[in-house]
């Protein structure tokens, strides 16, 4: 099972071979997009939260990262010690109760077993505000070894989320890391 026991052994063996040690670009782009820096941003399954402390330094004063694994979450705390602690939650996504304007996607949801993606879309739903939106990547590709990740496609994308979100856009990445290039789909997603 893929709960808290498992993530933090794969924190404290260092074998999460998706963190690249920075925000990734497509991440990075996205945060560079929004200009309105009092939204609440949520990043649920932040592992490292790269795409946290660099949307923190751009002025983004009410970020949160959420994991159900405290090591990462130690580690943000102390590497970056100015970052608002009470902004640093480890909890269960699916019984988190709050409100926020985007929620960041960039490894939690292929970090999921897909049979949670269609909790995970109500989940969202219910954490939007309303116009909020889900705006990060997912990926493009399915996997040769048993995840975690978990792969999938526009087509599966586009079914789960239809019911629930509008879809602004839904296209290949074009800005991934070299490794990733195909394989990604950048994703803005607005609640109905």
């Not at 040690?21 to 996205?30: A, Q, R, Y």
């Not at 929004?34 to 939260?49: F, T």
Request: proline fraction near 5%; charged fraction near 25%.
């Amino acid at each position: 099972m893929l709960d808290d026991k498992y993530w933090s052994v794969r924190y404290q063996e260092n074998t999460d071979s998706w963190d690249i040690g920075d925000v990734s670009t497509p991440l990075k782009n996205i945060i560079d997009t929004i200009s309105n820096k009092n939204l609440r941003i949520l990043i649920p399954g932040c592992g490292n939260a790269y795409e946290a402390i660099y949307a923190f330094q751009q002025g983004f004063q009410h970020v949160y990262v959420l994991d159900y694994a405290k090591e990462p979450l130690e580690n943000f705390a102390n590497k970056y010690p100015d970052f608002p602690k009470e902004q640093i939650l480890l909890g269960d996504f699916f019984k988190h109760e709050a409100k926020y304007d985007i929620l960041l996607e960039q490894t939690f949801f292929c970090a999921l077993d897909p049979i949670l993606r269609i909790d995970y879309v109500k989940k969202c739903h219910e954490l939007l505000n309303e116009k909020g939106s889900i705006q990060g990547v997912l990926f493009n590709c399915e996997f040769e070894k048993e995840g975690p990740p978990f792969g999938g496609n526009i087509n599966e994308y586009q079914k789960l989320f239809e019911p629930y979100f509008i879809i602004k856009k839904m296209d290949i990445c074009t800005d991934s890391i070299a490794p990733r290039m195909g394989r990604e789909i950048t994703i803005y997603l607005e609640k109905k």
